[in-house]
């Protein structure tokens, strides 16, 4: 199994890659008006009633936001990958951010997801944290993201499950912890209002804590319809994204294995309305189902012909989501 949808929106908040909010900051310079007010006679509770209603009017910005996402998707898939057993999944997340200058953004985030593992964990939760800085239009995102799975059983003989147990029905081994974290960066150019582009690169020691290293590199193309196209509040773009991750060998629990690299795409249209975004999209991955029951020891697996175990989880799915991403300061 693996943890976190891919990039999808364009305009989202969630996880790594989300826009920097701008605004100007610092107060406005008072009317001149007022100074002659004062000299014409204004009595002098009048004119501090009115100094204080300009500076209310000028107060800056607060540089604290919180973003909030939630959605809900016909399959839950992560680098081609389904995170759901080809099921309905949901999924809600709130991001703290705080902006040090218009030109650079702090965050810490956490968000859920329903999904079906071979270990039977209960839920994904994901924590997450980095800065974003943007240099004109060239916006960056660094940070760590923890992929936490609760709930979790245990599956392979007792030498290392403990007394009773058991592989999975159909020959699978999963340990009871699949988490584990990533370090990333990510890079965005935006050419103009209806096109852009980027790429990221993802790390980590123990792919959900398999023992095998992994590293993740992926490239991503957005084209955004003209607001003329379309009535006011309505919008509209189709993006994709190309990966391959390369991974190491696992541990003694899996049999000191290699787990297969692979190369995965997805391509779609979203259409999107103030907060809420319909995304349908197309993935696919190169793993062949043999390779895709080794990579995520799929509890629904069953043997071919030959007797091999072979998995669904890694091949075509069209996939649709409705999500919808907003913050405190656009709900005022």
Known sequence: MCAVAGPQPRKSWFGPGASLPSG??????????????????????????????????????????????????????????????????????????????????????????????????????????????????????????????????????????????????????????????????????????????????WGSPSVLNSGASGVYYTGNVTLTAPTTWFPDGIGAYVSADAGWWQLGTTDAFYGGVPLPSYANWDAGLAITWKAFTLDLRYYQSNLTPAQCNVFTSDQTATANAGGVLTSNWCGAAFIAKLSIDTSIAELR
Not at 49 to 64: G, I, L, R, T
Not at 103 to 126: H, K, M, T
Request: hydrophobic share 40%.
């Open 24 to 201: 100007e900051k610092g107060l406005t310079t008072r009317n001149p008006a007022f100074f002659l007010i004062v000299a014409a006679g204004l009595t002098p509770a009048s004119a501090i009633a009115a100094d204080m209603a300009v500076k209310d009017a000028a107060a800056p910005p607060s540089p604290w936001d919180i973003a909030i996402a939630g959605a809900l998707m016909s399959d839950y898939n992560f680098r081609g990958i389904t995170q759901s057993n080809h099921q309905p999944s949901a999924q809600i997340g709130f991001e703290p951010r705080y902006n040090f200058t218009p030109a650079l953004q702090g965050y810490v985030g956490v968000s859920g997801e329903s999904i079906d593992f071979p270990n039977r964990a209960a839920a994904e939760i994901d924590l997450y944290a980095g800065i974003r800085p943007t240099f004109g239009k060239l916006a960056l995102d660094f940070g760590f993201w923890d992929y936490y799975y609760p709930g979790g059983q245990c599956f392979n003989t007792p030498a290392f499950c403990g007394p009773g147990a058991a592989p999975l029905p159909n020959g699978n081994v999963v340990k009871q912890n699949l988490s584990f974290y990533e370090g990333y960066g990510k890079a965005t150019y935006t050419v103009n209002d209806n096109f852009e582009f980027g790429g990221s690169i």
